[in-house]
C-alpha cells in the first residue's frame, strides 16, 4: 500500500484550467512566422496528420514492439484539439510530457527531445498553432498491450529515462556547432530515429548513439563513422541531400527522411550550415577528397563492366528493370542516375531501405523536384525482387549476403510503405 501511494504520488499532475482560445490577432507574425519554421523543422505536421486528412488533426500510427500509437489533433479545436489549452499547458506538454488534463503522455512524442527547446520558441510554436484552422477529430484509440496503455505508468518510464531541462551549449564547441546542435538534438530530434533503442523503447546511450536503427519499416542509417556508405559523407553532400533533395552520391531523401528533409527547407542559409557542422561531427568531420575519388572509381569501374551479366540469372533481371536509369560507366556521376554501388542501401547490414524502395518506388513529391522512381511491386513477385537485391549485394558491395531475403520482401510488402 506504502508503494502504491507513493507511485501514485509521484505520478499525479494536477491539471490546468482551460482558457479561451487566444485569437490569431493576439499574436504578433513574426512570433506566428517564426513558429511556422520551428513547427516545421520539428516535424509537426508530419506527425500530427494523415494522408487525405486535416493538417494537424491527429490520427497518424506509429508502430512499436508495444503496439501502435496514435498522434493526437494538435489543431486550436476546443472539443478534440488544444484550443483550450494556455500557453502554459502547452509548454508543460513540450517540456514534461504533460497534457494539461494532468495525464502522462506517451514518448512516442518525442517531449524528451522537445524538452530542450527554449521557452521562446515553444511559445513561437504555440502562436503558429493556435493561429491554425480548427480541425475537429477525436482522438484514435491507442493500441497498446496492457498494461501498457495507462497513462500513469508513463511516470515511471520517466523516473529512468527522462530528464527534463533546456538545451545547454557546450563549452567545448564554438556558436554554430552548438546552433546546430540545438537544431538536431531539442527541434528536428533526430537520435529519435538514427539511435537505437532499449527493450523498454528509450534510446540508447553513449557509443550507441546514431548508430542505426528500424523506424516504420524503414532502417535509419548511422550518422556516425559506422556509416556503411563507400563514399564518406561530407558537407556539400550533406547540403544537397537536405535541403536540396539529391546527393550525386547518397541519392535522394525517401521513407521517413523524406518528410523530414521537406520540413527542414524552412532552415536560414546560417541554420543550414549549422546543422550540417554538427552532423558531420558526428562522424568525425569532412570527409578526405581522396577517400571520396577513390570510392567514386571503384564505382564507376564495376558499372563499366557487364562481364558475367549475360550468364547471371539475377543480372539479367537486374539490367532489364533497373541497368537503364542506374547506369553510369565512364561518364562520371549524374545525381539523377544515384549509382547503386554508392548507395549505403545496399552496404546496410539490414535491406530493408533498398527492398522498401524497389517494391514502392520514389514518388514525385518524396525526394528532389521531378525525381521519380517506379514501384515494382505490383509486377515483381518477393522472389524477383529478392533476386535483385542479393546481386545488388552481391556485385557492388563487400559485404555478406542478407540472409532469408525473399521472407524479408513478403513481410514488408505486407506491412506497406510504413509512411506517406
Known sequence: MVGLIGFAALAWRPAIPEVATPLPSSFSPDVVARGAMLASIGYCSTCHSVEGGQPYGGGYAMRSPFGTLYSTNISPDRETGIGAWSKEAFRRAMHEGVARDGSHLFPGFPYDHFTKISDDDVDAIYAFMMTRPAVHAPAHPNELLFPLGIRALQAGWKLLFFRSGRFEPSADHDAQWNRGAYIAEALSHCSACHTPRNPLGAERGGASRYTGASVDG????????????????????????????????????????????????????????????????????????????????????????????????????????CASCHYNGSAGINPNRPDLALNSAAHLADPANLICVIL????????????????????????????????????????????????????IRAQGKGVG
Open 218 to 321: 524503414w532502417f535509419a542509417p548511422p550518422l556516425t563513422a559506422a556509416n556503411p556508405s563507400p563514399v564518406p559523407w561530407t558537407s556539400d553532400e550533406l547540403h544537397a541531400y537536405l535541403f536540396q533533395g539529391l546527393s550525386r552520391f547518397h541519392g535522394t531523401p525517401s521513407g521517413p527522411m523524406s518528410p523530414a528533409a521537406h520540413g527542414l527547407v524552412a532552415l536560414s542559409a546560417a541554420d543550414r550550415d549549422a546543422l550540417v557542422r554538427y552532423v558531420a561531427s558526428l562522424s568525425g568531420g569532412d570527409a578526405r577528397p581522396q577517400a571520396v575519388a577513390t570510392a567514386t572509381s571503384e564505382a564507376l569501374r564495376i558499372d563499366a563492366t557487364s562481364t558475367g551479366r549475360q550468364l547471371d540469372p539475377d543480372g539479367r533481371l537486374y539490367v532489364a528493370a
Open 360 to 411: 514502392f518506388g520514389i514518388d514525385a513529391t518524396e525526394g528532389a523536384p521531378g525525381l521519380v522512381m517506379p514501384a515494382f511491386g505490383t509486377g515483381f513477385s518477393d522472389a524477383e525482387v529478392a533476386r535483385i537485391a542479393a546481386y545488388l549485394r552481391r556485385t557492388r558491395t563487400n559485404e555478406p549476403p542478407w540472409p532469408h531475403l525473399e521472407k524479408t520482401v513478403g513481410e
